[in-house]
């Protein structure tokens, strides 16, 4: 047996942590275009805030391709994959593989805006682009997209000393990610941190000579420096795509429920996998760092030839200590984003706004299908086992919205649903003497 | 967790401590250990029963339960928590006064003086009533004028003790507030302590240095022994001795009041090892008291056969008759347990029962003016199982008596250090230093190293405090002079320092008051009552340090040079 | 694998395990009263909650809060199995606060650290339980029912 696994973030190496943990040695290839190993692109903003250094951006050991008797090609790009031959074509060589794994990721998108090509124009996905954005010389930057990376790029550049704008052509921020109230309060701490944030304006243009000068929007222009990207992502299908993978109607690869794609013995997972979406009840495209590890882990494991159901993906967002207001969602946001399936379909939004805290829950059939909690996060998790398996909890939305909201609160649900549950994870949670 | 590994430094209740566990029988030790971990929100002060919504807490490491029902926070827990203590601890005062005088009231004794007993009684009547607005009776101007300021001169009961006791339970006083109701009633139990020894003498007659013997060599092999133990109505007390030496029946006592002129009860062991003297299969009768009574003694009582009276119960026996009742059953008892009994043939002499008579404060002043004696320290305390049994007491007072400081001792501490000789004078050249030595050859005859002033419910060294600030004119923060409680136990003892407080006595107490969960209660007793008595009452936070370094730590704060203190992080020496 | 059971018959809703937690593993001192005087205060790892229930980490064998995390700080000690927080990593975006299904990871914004249940790995045993008055906290084997075919 000899594995070939395509990309080294967090699918790739949950892969290989999986094939380990099951007792399979065999030989592993793993292949990335990124030169740097094992570095966390959701750490990168740290690395440009000067928060954290190169070598704490790691999410594992240096010596983890060793102790885990993986052959790394870093830097190197896969050209192709003859699925007949089970090859792939890397570098100057073939390599045969018995068991592939796409984890090739996602591209950041560069919208086609008049001067994009400029100098000091960039997106921030790769430790390439961190480590551009990090030395270039800057006074005034532009960071257009206020999803996660741009948000936190933005601060990042503000306490590097920048003069930071924050630029989103949607009305709010993190459009993707909070409801308009939740985004409110966390712009409101963007702003007190000292960026300035302009929503529902969108960027037409760049202008100045070889280098960027001046980002020009519908109603102003903003000198600046230096532009950031954060529009969003894209699946990273080329491969696949020339390998005559199946893609799905959203553009990713289309895979089963252990992580297959279209081809046999080729695997994929992380943010270029369509999976199906717990939260939505339709596939999606969930890039995220969580999913693309448990998928990883679910390809890894049948891979090794162990059975493993992917039961499913849900977004899950965190606004950690570096904003300075705990936040979190998970899920859909707004009960707008619901899709309905059927005319009897109920949906609900359950808001509690105290001083300092949000909460919501949107609810589909009495089931949680999203959920924003900002201020007092602690328990959210709890949360994320009655979305995951989608029960009811239309008996305790009191407790689910309270400030005491603990797990005793759930277990009477798990109790009435434990056949939602396998054998395993059920014992898990009731394995605490209750 | 700390589990004591020693209990104890006297050898003889060591000795039964293997006794007891052969035979299954637990002990003081034994319960505490079971006892372990004790709640750390009782221990910090940070609980509340006061009604039947809670039981609370306020938490220290979460948000969610930091405040009471009722909106307590972690100062008002530690305030209250410490003036729940003094309120217990002064009624307890109130109460022996109290039933002293009502047993002198129907009791047929012929008193000594009885105008002098009429005048106290009468005082006391008032203290127990509302009493009068604006009275500390008797106290020096210098103390009583400085507590009216603060509002704290202790008027009567019901405005004392029953105002206090509504704070537990509602409003929203600040906690310096709380404290200083606390030293409100600390002070009305004072005035009852003064009371109550001015009545003892009055019908008994004045106490004198007394020469007795101490430890468990007091109970008697050949005739029946009678144990009395804890607070027991000194009348009842008086005509039991009477009636016992007519009869030829031994009576020894543990933690109660030792000379009832012109009687002795010898005290055949200390507080803390009250159990012990069961297992000698010596005590035929106990007679228990309430205070300083373990209920334990019930359960170690029917072990070794030994029947039990309580005279302070509801249908309590006819007071006429009772003590016949107990010799009559005593002697029953004894001679159906024959003489099969282990007596440790271990007795110490103690010279007892000091006054002002006896201590003429100029004659202090003079020796610390001379600098004969470097200093005061009031030693007190009963005894706790935190401790290992007498070790800190005797440590730190040894160390005193060595850099010549005049130890004045009071109620279970005298009989503590008398089981070790610090009362018997011919050992006063050993423990003493020249200085000290010399100031107590001064004052007569046979002058054991410590100085014993008897119960605190007897009021002697109130009666000497004041006569040294009448005769100094000075306020005693002036003086080198400090308290210390190095074992202390009881509600009582809690009250008993606030008076030494009150009177300019910077005060040391171990174990700490479960106030330490609120940083701001702690700061009250050093900063706040510095500010108002001249003295404070450091709250010992630490929970392992040396008896040595304690004692070093008073020594400094009385500026004694050469003393052993404490730095953080290890012992420093003091250059000597 | 052990695992540490709470019996809820005995279980009086007490605190102390939070205490002594938040003093033993959490302060600097270990003292309590010095504790409570600390800043940042101390955070328990346990939490007493609902009907009278002490509830840790339980050290999921599947563990949400390791495939969570970003960067590899919600570690696994090889030998004992025990989940625990690799501090100096941790970068306090609370991911693993978000997907714990018991609630139990404590976001420190003081500290800027996820903080959660180690129990005492490397104190041998854990303080909750050697500190629990009815002893309803007990270490005990747990049956390796999730182990994959």
Redesign the interface.
Known sequence: MRYIIVGGS?AAI?AVEAIRT?GDRADIDLFTDEATPLF?R??LP?YVAQ??SKP??????ADFFETSQVTPHLGVKVEGIDPEQKTITAGDGNFSYDRLLLATGSDPIVPAIEGVEKQGISTLKTMADAEQIYQYPAKKAVVIGAGSIGVEAAISLKKRGLKVTLLEQLGQLLPTVFDEESAAIIRQRVEEIGVEVITGEKALRFEGGQKVERVVTDTRVIPCDLVVFSVGVRPAVALARSAGIKLGSLGGIQVDKTMRTSVEDIYAAGDVAETYDLARGTNFINAI??CA??QG?VAG?NMAG???VYEGSYR?N?????IGI?A?S?GLTRVESCARESATDEFREVKRRTKGAYRKLILKNGRIVGAVFVGK??????L??LLRKQIDVSSAIGALMGD??????ILPLIRRNADCFT???Y???M???? | ?EFIQRKTVDQVVESYLAKAAEEGLPLTWDRFEGQL?E???C??GLSCRDCLQGPC?S????ES?KVGICGKDRDDLAAQSFLRLTLKGAISYLDQAAEFSRSLASGNLKANDQAQLNAARGDLERLLGGGESGRSPGFPPLLADNWQGLGIGPEGTTRDIFRAFQMLEGGTQEAEELILRGFKAALLACGAARLQGRMKKAAFGYTVPTAIDVNFGVLRQDCANVLLVGNISPLLKRNLLAAAKARKINVAGVATDILLPPYVVSPATTFASQEIPFLTGAVDLAVVGDQQANPSLAAIAKASGTPLINPGSLNGADPAGLVETILDKAEKSFALRGEKREIPEVVETAVVGFSEAQLPAAGIIAGLAEGKIKGIVIVSGSGNVKFIQDRPTVIMVEEFLKRDILCLSVGEASVTLAKYGFLNPAEREKHCGAGLFNFLSGLGRDIPSVIDLGRSENGAIIELLGALIKTGEKPLSAYPIAACFPEANRNSEVVEALWYVAHGITTYFWP?FPV??S?KVVSIFDHFLKEKFGASLPIQ???KVEPLDKAGRILSFLKVEGARIITKGGHVWEKN | MK?L????EKCTG???C???C??EI?SESK???????EEP????RV?V???R?A?QC?H???A?CM??????TMRRDPDTGLIYVHEP?C?????C???????????S?AL?VAVKCDRCRNMGYPICA??C?TQALSLRD??D??K??
């Open positions: 967090a949950s099951s966390s959701v750490l740290y928060q954290l704490l951006l790691s999410f594992r050991s760092w969580p590890f448990e882990q494991l162990k059975r493993e899950r965190s606004i950690g200590n570096f705990p979190i998970m996060t602690q328990k959210a998790g709890i994320s086992v005491n909201l603990n797990f005793m609160d054998e395993a994870e014992k898990e949670l394995d605490t003497g209750l | 967790m971990p709640c750390g929100f221990e910090t807490i938490n220290p490491f979460r339960n700490a330490t969960g940083p936070t630490e929970k | 695992v059971m709470v019996d809820k007490c605190h102390q939070e205490l002594w938040a003093t959490g003292e309590l009263y010095s504790a409570i005087n205060r101390g955070i328990p939490f909650e609902g009907k229930f509830l339980r999921c064998d599947d949400p495939s969570a995390c970003p960067n590899g990593t970068i306090a975006c609370w991911m606060v978000m997907v714990c299904p018991f609630g139990i990871i404590e976001p914004p800027k050697e500190m008055p747990r049956l029912y999730r994959k075919d």
